[in-house]
């Protein structure tokens, strides 16, 4: 594909991804927080040559505008964690700085971060059981 590659990433790491796999025409990818579909991702540059995949992204708001934005990609609205179950998660809206991490959601709240910071239950899941499911053929995610 001739098309220019257009970085949405923050820190270019799509460009980086790119040089290293520039080649592969119809790839997959696993994009863990993925936040918002255009601004800040990762995975848009490849999304939009063809590739599909995974969104794991806990905020439910996000989580949508990836429904809306990304059809053929499957959405996980979970944060990604060692083991399955619950975290408690505290979301900067507006931005991609949510964590489950009390002290860096501090450091955020110390630094001055101008967004209200909300406590939000969320579910999570191991990248373990996310691969599990792409060898099954009747898995969970054949569905979304």
Not at 28 to 54: H, L, M, T
């Amino acid at each position: 594909m001739n098309k220019p590659f257009e970085s949405a990433a923050q820190n270019f790491e799509d460009v980086m991804l790119y040089r290293a796999l520039g080649d592969v025409e119809a790839g997959f990818y696993i994009d863990v927080g993925a936040q918002d579909p255009d601004i800040d991702s990762v995975s848009k540059a490849f999304f939009d040559r063809g590739w599909r995949g995974i969104h794991i992204e806990p905020v439910p708001e996000y989580a949508e505008r990836l429904r809306a934005a990304r059809p053929g990609d499957t959405i996980i609205e979970a944060a990604a964690s060692n083991e399955v179950g619950t975290t408690a998660l505290t979301v900067f809206p507006m931005t991609g700085l949510s964590t489950a991490d009390p002290l860096v959601a501090k450091n955020h709240i110390d630094r001055g971060v101008d967004h209200q910071p909300e406590p939000l239950i969320v579910s999570t899941v191991t990248l373990a059981d996310v691969a599990a499911e792409l060898d099954s053929p009747h898995g969970a995610l054949a569905q979304d």
